[in-house]
């Protein structure tokens, strides 16, 4: 950690903090400051053009005339359920559609919330890093997710986050908490878009799964292409709860997506998977930590890069294993495919265990297309190029063919198409 | 399981003798007189001395690393004799006779019979105690092959020309930190130098012993192995039981130049400190290779002993076609600590590496696999594949596997996998069923986790490692 650059905290954060969670991380950030590429965990990440985009950056306008209902579905997708559009941070009840009433759904933001009663963590809560404090200090609203305990949600929730920037570059930190009650079911997707021009988005995500409850979260990072996309993921899982994670990162000139997940209750699982395609600049990173706090919880990641032209794509997935637990079962594995000679694959699997009763295994790989496929694709008379693209997609497809619903399913795959001029 | 884990923590360590010689120290702490008193105390040219000097200055600009994944109270570094030398009982010895009886006895005890070794099995041994070379077996037979084989201060009188050339060459002072200690402070070691084309007639071997009081160890090894030619090298430690912690810091320098094949290996047996983690060396070592066109270096480690080992034996991959190894067995039981593993760099084409690490933790014990593996633009065709596992005895110890990827090539192959698990209950339940004890199935579970590394082993010293690891895990492999 460094010292925050002076004038960063004056410029970015109100002066008077609005509520205790913000004073709290201007107090964290101002005793701590942002984290440096010497910081193990954004060893990859160009955290210094980050900082240097953040200083020049203003605090992002809160006009949002720009986005119509036609754009957010332009840029995000109708997923068929409610939807909560946030743009620069700030929630736009034109362009959202709040469902009316949902059975055991409670959808709103940050006035919303104030006339709920406080949840009683959120008073101990600390960031997890600098980011995440200057997300708390700047951040002007929140996308509050609340599902009822038992509540049974058919239809996808979406919350569409927009940074709609000016000429210059501009600074938003949305922030989005769910909380999942106890044996209830929902599917969240969370999309993180813009429109064209430089900005710096610092979004922090924070949900709560419930004892028993199931929770399906997709998060679409598609971003602009001179776009900056910080991203912090905490989840939180009870007994018995069953998550089901998949981060796309298609968008964006730099962007880092940070994943936490901590089991607080016995017998939960999490799947997660990741698909990121860094090309010609870009540079896409992922940081996973599954926390095996509580027994008997299982754990799988499934990370898969696709390297293009210039890209760096990098994963480091972290999995630790506390002591006194027993019965773990983690896996973890990540494949790249690196498809240029400039292009970029970094890796870090990472376990920690410090329990005996455990089954953890990893596996990485960093390689191109096999030739013996293209070989065989091409001796039954598919041209090379469109072989490459088969193959291609194919190594994708494990990733976007698990996506929920169909809607949000085809657009990943017309981005991915997009992406690799298919 | 839980009788095993309390046998496996209350095993003894069999080096823990120390004999009473008369030594000679240096004055406790560091600054530029120790520097060159130890330069003097060694009659060494004056640039040998500049060098040292000019590491020593690096190093206090350094501070020591925090990074790995091990936890020591602070090393006092003024509080440790840096010059430490069995003394003299007359002029130097000119042969294997000569050396001191006591000394002699001391590596009979060891296991290390220097006299028997040059009649029997065939291997040269280079015995370093304390901070000297206290004799060199096979030399004349070893000459006759143009292989020089002796201590580094010998070298450094006899070929000076050829240490100059080579010495930092791969480990350069600026390194880290504990390598610009060294390279100030270094005592002896062993060189060795093959020439074109020559396959080193026999296994070279250093013996290394720690036998004075609160003197930290940091010796120097050097091998150059010229065009077209190969060898073996072994290399062993022990030292004696003394309840504060002692620090080991050495550095190993391999040159092998186009076609060249250089095999080093290690039985590392420091003392580990007692069960509840008192005393024991702090091993910080710094081994790195450097591989020429169609070159090979192997590093093959058994890592039983210190209360922490932290190294990575290295190779850079410079020359086409070239190719690193790493075979590696990580055993911590007590309070020990390991943070191990090594570091790829593949610049040439076609360059291939292969990791295989097993560690085993044990009692309270933490074990850390910690590997990079990097890619660099230039090396087409470069090829890895890294398997680590780790077993784990006991619920209160932990494994860990911390490995770095980096690929800058599209042409490149890189595979890593890894596993972690303990004992398996199945495998115990049908070696008892078949009548073995917890005990013998324990071992041969153990045996058989590390075969695939200890194969890689030249054949004395896989008997040897065996042996070591029985006695390691001693109650746990019967």
């Known amino acids: 950690m460094t010292a925050t650059p002076a004038g960063l905290l004056d410029r970015l954060v109100p002066p008077s903090p609005p509520s205790p969670r913000a004073e709290r991380g201007r107090d964290w950030l101002a005793a701590h400051g942002l984290p440096t590429t010497r910081d193990e965990a954004w060893r990859y990440t160009p955290v210094d053009d980050i900082v240097g985009a953040l200083e020049a950056a203003a605090p992002a306008p809160a006009s949002t005339?720009?986005?119509?209902?036609?754009?957010?579905?332009?840029?995000?997708?109708?997923?068929?359920?409610?939807?909560?559009?946030?743009?620069?941070?700030?929630?736009?009840?034109?362009?959202?559609d709040a469902g009316g009433a949902v059975d055991g759904l409670w959808l709103g933001n940050r006035d919303g919330m104030r006339a709920r009663p406080p949840s009683p963590r959120a008073a101990e809560d600390q960031p997890a890093d600098g980011f995440q404090a200057l997300n708390?200090?700047?951040g002007r609203d929140v996308a509050a997710v609340l599902v009822e305990p038992g509540a049974q949600l058919d239809q996808p929730v979406h919350v569409v986050h927009i940074a709609a920037p000016g000429e210059d570059t501009t600074a938003n930190h949305p922030r989005t908490v769910v909380l999942a009650g106890p044996g209830s079911r929902v599917h969240l997707i969370e999309s993180y878009v813009g429109l064209p021009g430089p900005s710096v988005t610092n979004a922090s995500t924070r949900i709560v799964a419930g004892a028993g409850s199931t929770v399906t979260h997709h998060r679409v990072q598609d971003e602009a292409a001179a776009a900056i996309h910080v991203g912090r993921t905490a989840i939180d899982q009870g007994a018995r709860s069953t998550l089901r994670a998949t981060s796309i990162m298609t968008g964006g000139h730099i962007a880092r997506s940070a994943l936490a997940i901590g089991f607080d209750g016995t017998d939960a699982c999490a799947d997660i998977d990741g698909l990121y395609l860094p090309l010609g600049h870009q540079h896409h990173d992922n940081v996973v930590t599954v926390d095996h706090r509580a027994s008997h919880c299982a754990s799988t990641q499934r990370?898969?890069?696709?390297?293009?032209?210039?890209?760096?794509?990098?994963?480091?997935?972290?999995?630790?294993?506390?002591?006194?637990?027993?019965?773990?079962?983690?896996?973890?594995?990540?494949?790249?495919?690196?498809?240029a000679p400039t292009a970029q694959a970094d890796t870090r699997p990472w376990l920690e265990i410090l329990a005996d009763d455990v089954r953890c295994t990893h596996g990485a790989t960093v390689g191109r297309l096999d030739d013996d496929a293209l070989f065989y694709l091409r001796s039954r008379g598919i041209p090379l190029e469109q072989g490459r693209a088969m193959l291609v997609a194919g190594f994708a497809a494990e990733i976007i063919d698990a996506i929920t619903p169909a809607t949000l399913r085809d657009r990943v795959a017309a981005a991915f198409a997009a992406g690799r001029g298919g | 399981m839980s009788d095993v884990v309390d046998i496996l923590v209350e095993r003894e360590y069999a080096y823990g003798f120390h004999a009473d010689l008369e030594t000679e120290l240096a004055p406790k702490g560091l600054d530029e007189d120790v520097v060159r008193l130890i330069s003097a105390k060694k009659q060494e040219p004056a640039w040998l001395l500049e060098w040292r000097l000019a590491a020593f200055r690096h190093f206090l600009t350094l501070e020591e690393p925090t990074w790995p994944n091990v936890h020591h109270p602070p090393i006092d570094y003024q509080d440790m004799h840096y010059w430490a030398a069995p003394k003299p009982k007359g002029p130097a010895p000119k042969s294997l006779d000569e050396v001191d009886p006591q000394i002699r006895a001391e590596f009979d005890k060891l296991g290390i019979s220097l006299a028997e070794q040059e009649r029997l099995s065939g291997v040269a041994v280079d015995a370093v105690m304390d901070s000297i070379s206290v004799a060199t077996t096979f030399k004349a037979k070893l000459a006759e092959a143009g292989v020089i084989f002796c201590s580094f201060s010998e070298a450094v009188r006899e070929h000076p020309e050829l240490v100059r050339r080579y010495l930092g060459s791969v480990v350069p002072f600026r390194d880290n930190f504990f390598a610009a200690l060294n390279s100030a402070v270094f005592s002896d070691g062993s060189f060795c130098f093959i020439p074109a084309g020559v396959q080193c007639p026999m296994e070279l071997s250093t013996y290394f012993r720690i036998n004075a009081a609160e003197t930290g160890q940091f010796e120097r090894t050097l091998i150059v192995a010229e065009e077209g030619a190969s060898v073996s090298y072994l290399e062993g430690c022990t030292a004696p039981k003394r309840d504060e912690n002692q620090l080991h810091a050495a550095v190993v320098e391999l040159v092998a130049l186009d076609d060249a094949s250089i095999k080093y290996s290690t039985v590392q047996n420091w003392y580990p400190g007692d069960a509840d983690g008192k005393g024991g060396i702090f091993n910080f070592v710094t081994k790195r290779g450097r591989a020429g066109n169609r070159a090979t270096i192997s590093w093959t480690q058994v890592e039983t002993g210190?209360?922490?080992?932290?190294?990575?034996?290295?190779?850079?991959?410079?020359?086409?076609?070239?190719?690193?190894?790493?075979?590696?067995?990580?055993v911590t039981t007590h309070h020990q600590q390991a943070d191990t593993g090594t570091k790829m760099i593949h610049i040439g084409r076609n360059t291939t590496s292969t990791i295989l690490s097993k560690g085993i933790s044990a009692g309270h014990a933490q074990n850390t696999y910690r590997g990079l593996v990097k890619v660099l633009r230039s090396a087409t065709g470069a090829r890895n594949h890294t398997r680590c596992d780790s077993l784990l005895i006991g619920p209160d110890c932990g494994a860990h596997t911390f490995p770095y990827i980096e690929v800058k090539n599209d042409t490149a192959q890189v595979e890593h996998e890894a596993s972690t698990s303990k004992v398996s209950d199945d495998q115990l339940f049908y070696c008892r069923q078949r009548g073995l004890t917890e005990e013998d199935a324990t071992s041969m579970i153990v045996n058989g986790f590390c075969r695939e590394v200890f194969d890689e082993l030249p054949m004395e010293y896989a008997v040897e490692a065996q042996a070591l690891m029985r006695l390691t895990l001693e109650g746990a492999v019967g």
Do not use: C, M
């Open chain 1, 65 to 96: 005339s720009q986005v119509s209902r036609s754009v957010v579905d332009a840029l995000a997708g109708d997923h068929g359920g409610p939807r909560l559009v946030f743009v620069n941070g700030v929630f736009e009840p034109r362009a959202s």
């Open chain 1, 136 to 138: 708390w200090a700047a």
């Open chain 2, 306 to 330: 210190s209360a922490i080992t932290w190294k990575y034996p290295s190779v850079i991959l410079q020359g086409d076609d070239s190719v690193g190894e790493f075979y590696s067995v990580a």
């Open chain 1, 303 to 339: 990370f898969t890069g696709i390297v293009d032209d210039h890209g760096r794509g990098s994963f480091s997935g972290h999995v630790l294993v506390r002591h006194g637990t027993t019965g773990t079962d983690a896996h973890q594995s990540n494949r790249n495919l690196v498809l």
